[in-house]
């Protein structure tokens, strides 16, 4: 049989789990449970963003070719989505360079290009430069080099 100690030393170490896992700075059990809620209703504001998002690239994608790009600043770097209707064929090719380009470090990535195009990555930024990138300038020089790709892709086929 386990210990009321026992128990309570265990649920303890979960509450402290939790705090570590929301960045909560609570000190009371209480408060760790609050920040944990109000961590689940960001993270479920942020999901319903991204899925609005995604419905409005998916509908705007027949009147306008060009992909859809968001980017996110992280405590450490970004999160880039990158959204088309279509498979694009070498168009993930220029958004790394582009990354490369801005000394960007990809830390996870995951592209589908089955039916539509669909690329997510986190980048962090490279502390050897020291200075800090603004999310626009991210999503700027990814927008320009999907550009350029699209340019380049108009005329090969001219």
């Known amino acids: ?55 409005s690239a998916e509908s705007s994608s027949v009147h306008n070719p060009l992909p859809m790009i968001t980017v996110e600043t992280l ?10 209707a279509k498979s694009s064929q070498g168009m993930l090719v220029s958004i790394l360079e582009a990354i490369e380009e801005m000394r960007l470090t990809v830390l996870e990535a995951r592209v589908s290009c089955t039916d539509n195009f669909r690329f997510q990555a986190v980048g962090g930024e490279n502390e050897e430069q020291g200075e800090t990138i603004d999310a626009q300038a991210v999503k700027q020089a990814v927008g320009q080099a999907i550009k350029n790709w699209s340019e380049s892709e108009s005329n090969d086929q001219v």
Request: proline content about 0%; overall charge neutral; cysteine-free.
């Open 75 to 84: 405590e450490k770097g970004f999160l880039i989505n990158v959204f088309s």
């Open 1 to 55: 049989m386990v210990s009321r100690e026992q128990k309570r030393a265990a649920l303890h170490e979960k509450l402290q789990l939790l705090r570590s896992v929301t960045n909560s700075h609570a000190l009371s059990d209480t408060s760790i449970v609050i920040d944990a809620s109000k961590y689940i209703e960001n993270l479920k504001e942020k999901v319903e963003r991204l899925n609005e998002e995604i419905a």
